[in-house]
């Protein structure tokens, strides 16, 4: 932003400091000034000059020789005869009684007369001869000045410029012209919306120097409704004619709602809309002062109205637009959105496409104008124009910086809007205006104002702990200096069960002068600051480091007690809160007392803030459940061979094509990303696979051997599309591998996972999983039985559960990879019962491994981490050494070709009792002589009791149970 210094001298008339010393005071109060442009560089020994006679030369058809007066600014000689000073010039425009600006010799002047780049140092300027007579300095045009007509319009396109007649001779011309002033560039970063205003700056300098700051008052010509930003009133509401207090620049025959009708039909978009009106425009030139001051901040004058407009956007950072009233069809104003595939052409002639998201004003029959961007075409302001309305609205940052995107175009008004103006700021901006209004006799200003706001934005209040601060900064300052600041800047001060205190007369506060200079508060204001310092200083003074040092999270207490049980926790003592500030509403980036600590700092000067170790009682640390879990998975993978891969969270939609999923599948069912970086980046991950087997292809087309990769991965599962809520997002453990190993390597890191964790009990093995980009014949959904899991399951947020016995899913449960089973209530914590899916593993089809181009068999295991997090324990069980002796059976079945070893397995371990310490398989046959259709299977079990020596008889028992139990599942032993 920029912005002249005479324009901030104004609103702090006490400010005297150089140019310099403003620039590095801002900076270091945390305003930074970009870059600073001395209007008056290389400008020197140039005045005002009349001219009194003039000549022809006598050797030059195009010169003339001139006379000028120039007061009292020579001295003898030097071709001066009094106060005349001869000129020979070739300007066309000069004639006998102009007043011009006058370099005289040893001067410079800026530039040239064709306004190219000005030389750094300038142009000198020395007495000379022109075609044989003598020229003891030079008129200047406003090129060689250092501007041009874009911000002197009245100057002529060739010649010297003209100054008022009235201008006296021997004076300092740079003066005259408004250049003895420097423009200085702010770099305002975008959650100081405050400062995106001449009013804002100002409010920092006179807070930086310790000066008063008088910014204008609002309504002060008696012409706008009540001033100061305005009282919430209801849609539609017009300010009541006693509110506009009407002077001469008022029309009391007319009041606005006579004459306009607003309504705006999205009142989340545009949360304030403030209308005035002025009849009898009389378009003029502005006066130099505006024009100069907009000049400085880059804004070229065009004539009063616009010029005002422009004037009250840098003043007040509020942007404001005029319409011609004439040509308002039904004398309405309606705010609302456009339509898809409307067109809309504004006032820089080109055409734009809307769609329903853009907000617009209209007009009764059509659209004017895009809401905090431009206006249109056909609402452009003639010189015929008699009657205007000037809007002052606050429009939806988020929207205009959408909208401003999609049409290509980006504003002055755009870019304040996007940043989110203050929207109490909206009424007495249109105040200001047509202040301005009258005092240019620009027009006569209606009575009243449409002001609609219904959902008015409050202060908000933030407690004041004086020792937090201190502590928070590391130093020792008195809470009356630190309610000076917060004056200074425009803050209230409420102690506890009493009002806000304003500034009065009176004596000065506890800690010393105000940073404005001014006297601040009453004598409540003065005893809690007093009060304050006392009550502070036994935490601070000494050892401000005591305790430990408050944090972010310390400072968003909202309470007293919540601030004093922040302290204790952390070893420190904090205070009873000194009341409370009020933070206005144009200060948004005020939310908790870290940012008044803030505030206080930069004033104190960081210079100042001594430093100091951190001090503070020690905590034990650790790494959370979630964590812990996540760690260990990593390291059973690494100390399986398999290496740590990162994959990117979104894909292209071909993947679901490449695995082989069908058209109706649930995975299909992904968020699309609105802005992807590409077609292979479009939605977000439903499956790990993608990536893990892009990988393994990357590895493989390298001709890299046995490859193991894992990764550790969210997948995004939306409860529904379009979403209505974010999605579910599932950290996936995925291994891939080729090359040495198999099925069952994958299956042996699984169960080795499941053991680190203290998941009790062995997995169970469904090989119907149903996988379509897994071999059919080789894959497996791994399950476990909840009961012996040792916790109780959510049903809410399993993958997938299952009912004992017949593995029918639960309710509530998901499907894995987002297969949605039921609608059950997980904050019921209800927990599921029976059998729970935790992944899957198996071979990759061959029709998916020729998709990604791997010539191997590829191997991948999919474990959903969620679920391993509930289930886990890390519980070790000790078991001392056996004392009694074992009994082993071997015993060789013949079995269903297609019966699993799993359902063998289950019916020893249920029907082995307690006795049973271990089942291994050892052999599995299939030949002929064994039946077709059929094969052997062949365990070595292994019995024995904690407390006794088992006997013949009693392990025979069992064994009875077992074959018993086999024989219903159709195993006989083998003869």
Known sequence: ???????????????????????????????????????????????????????????????????????????????????????????????????????????????????????????????????????????????????????????????????????????????????????????????????????????????????????????????????????????????????????????????????????????????????????????????????????????????????????????????????????????????????????????????????????????????????????????????????????????????????????????????????????NNALEACNRACDLIALLDAGDVVEGAIDIYPHPVGEKTIPFHPDKINRLLGTDIEAGFMLDVFRSLGLKYIPDGKTPVGETSGEETAGGKTPGGKTTGSGDFAGAAGGATVASGGASKGDPGRGNADTNADANADTNADANADANASGGHVGAALGTVCIPTFRQDLECEADLAEEVARFYGYDKIPATLPSGAATTGGLS???????????????????????????????????????????????????????????????????????LSTNYNRRNKDVRLYELANIYLPGSLPLTELPDERMQLTFGMYGAGDFYTLKGVIETLLRALGIPGRPAYDAQAGKPFLHPGRQAAVWLDVGSAGRAIDAGTTPQVAGSGDGAAAAGSKGMGGAAAGHGDPAKGAAAVGRICIGYLGEVHPETLDQYKIGDRAYVAVVDMPLLTQLATFDRIYRGLARYPSVNRDISMVAPKGTPVGDIEAVIARRGGRILESCELFDIYEGGQIPAGYKSVAYSIKFRASDRTLEDKEVQGVMEKILHGLREIGIELRG
């Open 625 to 695: 459940w979630k964590l812990r879990v996540e760690q260990l998975a990593r390291r059973i993978a690494e100390h399986a061979g398999f290496s740590q891969s990162m994959t990117y969270s979104f894909e292209s939609e071909k993947v679901f094509d490449r695995l082989r999923l069908p058209a109706d599948a649930r995975e299909r069912e992904a968020v699309t990303i609105i802005n992807p970086l590409g077609e292979d980046f479009k939605v977000m991950r439903t499956l790990p696979l993608g990536g893990m087997l892009t990988s």
């Open 1 to 423: 932003m920029k912005t002249a210094y005479s324009w901030l001298k104004a609103y702090v008339p006490g400010l005297d400091v150089t140019p310099e010393e403003f620039r590095d005071g801002m900076t270091l109060s945390g305003t930074k000034v970009e870059g600073v442009t001395r209007l008056d560089k290389n400008l020197e020994k140039i005045v005002v000059g009349k001219i009194m006679q003039i000549d022809r030369h006598p050797d030059a058809d195009k010169l003339i020789v001139c006379q000028v007066d120039v007061g009292g600014a020579l001295q003898a000689g030097g071709g001066a005869h009094g106060h005349l000073l001869q000129i020979v010039t070739g300007a066309p425009n000069v004639k006998v009684g102009d007043c011009v600006p006058v370099v005289l010799a040893g001067g410079k002047v800026a530039g040239g007369h064709d306004g190219g780049p000005l030389p750094e140092g300038g142009i000198p300027i020395k007495a000379g001869k022109l075609r044989g007579v003598e020229s003891f300095g030079m008129m200047c045009s406003i090129e060689e000045l250092g501007s041009d007509r874009n911000y002197y319009p009245d100057a002529p396109e060739d010649g010297i410029y003209i100054l008022p007649n009235d201008s006296k001779p021997g004076d300092d011309a740079v003066a005259l012209l408004g250049l003895r002033d420097c423009v200085f560039e702010f770099e305002v970063t975008s959650n100081r919306v405050d400062c995106y205003s001449v009013i804002g700056i100002a409010r920092e300098a006179a807070a930086t120097f310790g000066k008063e700051f008088c910014p204008p008052v609002a309504g002060g010509h008696g012409v706008g409704g009540g001033g100061g930003g305005g009282g919430a009133q209801s849609v539609g509401a017009v300010m009541p004619a006693k509110a506009a207090s009407h002077s001469t620049g008022a029309n009391p025959a007319q009041a606005i709602h006579d004459l306009l009708k607003v309504r705006v039909d999205d009142t989340k978009l545009c949360p304030r809309y403030v209308a005035r009106m002025a009849t009898n425009i009389r378009l003029a030139p502005s006066p130099e002062w505006l024009q100069r001051r907009l000049a400085a901040c880059g804004i070229r004058p065009i004539n009063n109205i616009v010029d005002i407009t422009n004037y009250v956007m840098e003043e007040y950072g509020q942007p404001m637009h005029a319409f011609d009233y004439d040509q308002l069809a039904g004398r309405e104003i309606i705010v609302r959105t456009a339509k898809d595939g409307d067109t809309f052409q504004t006032l820089d002639g080109q055409v734009r496409n809307l769609d329903a998201t853009m907000l617009m004003i209209c007009d009764g029959e059509k659209e004017v104008g895009i809401a905090g961007i431009m206006g249109g075409e056909n609402s452009k302001i003639t010189d015929s124009v008699r009657t205007m309305v000037f809007e002052a609205a606050c429009f939806d940052g988020t929207n205009i910086r959408l909208s401003a995107k999609k049409l290509g175009m980006r504003t002055d008004a755009s870019g304040k809007f996007e940043k989110g103006l203050d929207p």
